[in-house]
């Protein structure tokens, strides 16, 4: 089984700029979840989206937004990038209906605002 | 809020021996999941191994064991015989109820040859 893809791997944009990550989640799994890794701040969670609602959300500001379609493909936009957007984003997916599944996650797009 | 902690922000194993990675976090829920997921230079993150709060029984994964101690709020990871594949950040993450993760801040691991 395929694992999780995110696209693109690697992306470079200039402050003020809006960007859009793409992640295909394992086959069968209806949950995807984005995280924002820094070295500064660790792995921060985004939001959670489970067939086609969000469902978590953590604690960035609105310029963050994500959807995912009705094949659980997900998307993530950043709009107007500010240099402290620069990061890894990790998408993670799990099947999302059972208490005892388990997320796995994708190779990440490493983003970069100049 | 839950919080997760790893104090140890750097580790070194001598190659064949075993080292602990530390966790403690904080929750007042009964209902989580807690889990050892590994990063290697790659930058894929792997599970490596996790932990029902329900089970009093300490997880294992072949050379990967946990000591889980729910009333310390403490769970620690055991890599026993080393070997230089292990080297990479390792964090330990708390689910919640309501299926957020929490993540540490990361524990880097060097195996030394």
């Known amino acids: 089984k395929a694992g999780v893809t995110q696209t693109p791997r690697y992306l470079i944009k200039t402050r003020g700029q809006q960007v859009t990550l793409s992640c295909s989640p394992i086959?069968?799994?209806?949950?995807v979840s984005w995280y924002q890794q820094t070295p500064g701040q660790g792995l921060q969670f985004l939001f959670e989206y489970f067939s086609e609602t969000q469902r978590n959300k953590g604690n960035f500001p609105g310029r963050f937004s994500g959807r995912q379609f009705s094949n659980s493909r997900s998307e993530m936009n950043v709009s107007t990038l500010e240099l402290g957007d620069s990061a890894l984003y990790l998408c993670?997916?799990?099947?999302?209906?059972?208490?005892?599944?388990?997320?796995?996650f994708g190779p990440g797009t490493r983003l970069t605002v100049l | 809020a839950q919080t997760v902690t790893q104090s140890q922000p750097e580790m070194s194993v001598q190659e064949a021996e075993t080292v602990t990675l530390s966790c403690t976090y904080d929750t007042s829920e009964s209902d989580y999941y807690l889990f050892w997921y590994k990063q290697p230079p790659s930058r894929q993150m792997i599970l490596v191994i996790r932990?029902?709060?329900?089970?009093?029984q300490n997880a294992t994964e072949n050379r990967f064991s946990v000591n889980f101690q729910k009333a310390a709020k403490s769970f620690s990871l055991k890599i026993s015989d080393s070997q230089l594949g292990d080297a990479a950040m390792y964090f330990c993450a708390y689910r919640s109820s309501t299926y957020k993760y929490i993540f540490g801040t990361g524990t880097r691991l060097k195996v030394l040859a």
């Open positions: 932990q029902e709060a329900y089970k009093q």
């Open positions: 993670a997916s799990r099947l999302g209906g059972r208490a005892r599944d388990t997320q796995y």
């Open positions: 086959s069968g799994h209806r949950s």
